[in-house]
């Protein structure tokens, strides 16, 4: 089964503050993913990756920086936090699109609250 | 733009019935794959079932299976002989079929089965 770890799983921070998450996969995975989950709002992509060194926006990116520093590690960054980022945030994985097996891997999240 | 909406917040159902969810999509592709998610009480997220636009036949995993009616751009997850582990949060979601795309999730519809 394909490994997403996430760190840490528990953040607390001061608006205006500077925050990584970070997200490791050791499966050999070509895309990568960061996406928010708020009550009501289901799962909300921010960015995602396709291999180190891309960056591709997502639906949400607004306030968030990421970057793919290899293929195993994707990290993102909130740089001014605020409170409307408090938020259990997921990072997942996959092979790819198109191929049979298609699916994302999800970590277990990151809880975020900005005080 | 690609959209999914689950208009189903919360279902109830006793074990060992029938549990119904509904999901409609909105895509200007004409292919796309459409997936389920299921999150658990712990936070996991985990892959169910996935139907492919171009496919006729309606998947089936296990005791999940899909109605996919492409006329009305709907996608309806069908557990039967549900257990009290089926109590969860189910995700709809979708990738247009242009490839690199991202998944696009709904907003969630939270399943308690009862004894």
């Known amino acids: 089964e394909a490994a997403v770890t996430q760190s840490p799983r528990n953040k607390v921070t001061v608006t205006g503050g500077n925050v990584t998450l970070s997200c490791r996969q050791t499966?050999?995975?070509?895309?990568m993913y960061w996406y928010r989950q708020d009550t009501g709002h289901g799962l909300r992509l921010i960015h995602y990756?396709?291999?180190?060194?891309?960056?591709q926006i997502g639906d949400v990116p607004d306030g968030y920086k990421a970057t793919r520093t290899t293929q195993e590690d994707f990290f993102l960054l909130l740089e001014l936090a605020s409170p409307s980022q408090t938020s259990l945030y997921f990072c997942?994985?996959?092979?790819?699109?198109?191929?049979?097996?298609?699916?994302?891997?999800f970590g277990h999240g990151t809880k975020l609250s900005v005080l | 733009a690609q959209k999914v909406t689950q208009t189903q917040t919360s279902i109830s159902v006793m074990e060992k019935t029938t549990v119904t969810m509904d999901c409609v999509y909105e895509?200007?592709?004409?292919?796309?794959?459409l997936f389920w998610y299921k999150q658990t009480a712990s936070g996991e997220i985990v892959f169910l079932i996935r139907?492919?636009?171009?496919?006729?036949e309606n998947a089936t995993v296990g005791h999940y299976s899909l109605n996919f009616q492409k006329p009305k751009s709907s996608i309806g997850l069908i557990i039967t002989a549900t257990q009290i582990e089926d109590s969860a949060v189910y995700f709809c979601?979708?990738?247009?079929?242009?490839?690199?795309?991202?998944?696009?999730f709904g907003t969630g519809t939270t399943v308690s089965v009862s004894p």
């Open positions: 990756s396709y291999g180190a060194g891309n960056l």
């Open positions: 997942a994985s996959s092979a790819g699109t198109g191929v049979s097996n298609e699916r994302l891997f």
């Open positions: 895509t200007q592709d004409s292919s796309y794959f």
């Open positions: 499966n050999s995975h070509n895309y």
């Open positions: 979601a979708m990738r247009e079929g242009q490839g690199g795309r991202a998944l696009i």
């Open positions: 139907q492919d636009s171009y496919k006729k």
